[in-house]
């Protein structure tokens, strides 16, 4: 009985940091500076922003939510943190995941695929207001 309690307590424990974790943003300092600093080519597209709602709704809606709140215990791509993320750091991200995270690589999708989701997730962080949830972010 006694084994079964620590063994429930040390699981939970372990959950609460490793999920803790995902939301602290370490991903970023994996981003090489060549690409942190990269510009989103479609970053005052129109075309860009519909055709990146589409691929959105195909490939992040589903853990994500159809506006970016996230849902399913995964994060709100319209967080602060999220946010502060430059448009290079992001298309990094969609091209190498982060899968501890489980965030999983879109890399499967041509460059400019990459940047037009960007673009549209900049389009719906200007629709909606900040909310800097930190288990909610990568």
Same mark, same amino acid.
């Given at each position: 009985?006694?084994?079964?309690?620590?063994? =429930?307590?040390? &699981?939970?424990?372990? !959950?609460?940091?490793?999920?803790?974790? $995902?939301?602290?943003?370490?991903? &970023? !300092? %994996?981003? *090489?500076?060549?690409?942190?600093?990269?510009? +989103?080519?479609?970053?005052? /597209? *129109?075309?860009? $922003?519909?055709?990146?709602?589409?691929?959105?709704?195909? %490939?992040?809606?589903?853990?994500?939510?159809?506006?970016?709140?996230?849902?399913?215990?995964?994060?709100?791509? $319209?967080?602060?943190?999220?946010? @502060?993320? /430059?448009?290079?750091?992001?298309?990094?991200?969609? @091209? +190498?995941? /982060?899968?501890? +995270?489980?965030?999983? !690589?879109? /890399?499967? &999708? *041509?460059? #400019? #695929?990459?940047?037009?989701?960007? =673009?549209?997730? @900049?389009? &719906?962080?200007?629709?909606? *207001?900040?909310?800097? $949830?930190?288990?909610? =972010?990568?």
């Amino acid at each position: 009985m006694r084994s079964r309690i620590f063994l =429930t307590a040390f &699981l939970l424990i372990t !959950s609460l940091l490793c999920f803790a974790y $995902v939301g602290d943003g370490k991903w &970023l !300092s %994996h981003v *090489p500076d060549k690409d942190r600093g990269r510009a +989103n080519p479609f970053a005052t /597209s *129109p075309d860009a $922003v519909r055709a990146g709602e589409k691929l959105f709704q195909e %490939h992040c809606a589903e853990c994500h939510g159809k506006e970016g709140a996230g849902q399913h215990g995964k994060p709100a791509l $319209v967080s602060a943190r999220v946010r @502060r993320a /430059s448009d290079g750091e992001l298309q990094w991200l969609l @091209r +190498n995941g /982060s899968l501890w +995270n489980g965030m999983p !690589s879109w /890399s499967s &999708l *041509p460059e #400019q #695929q990459r940047w037009q989701i960007v =673009t549209y997730l @900049r389009e &719906l962080q200007r629709q909606h *207001p900040a909310s800097d $949830v930190a288990w909610l =972010t990568y």
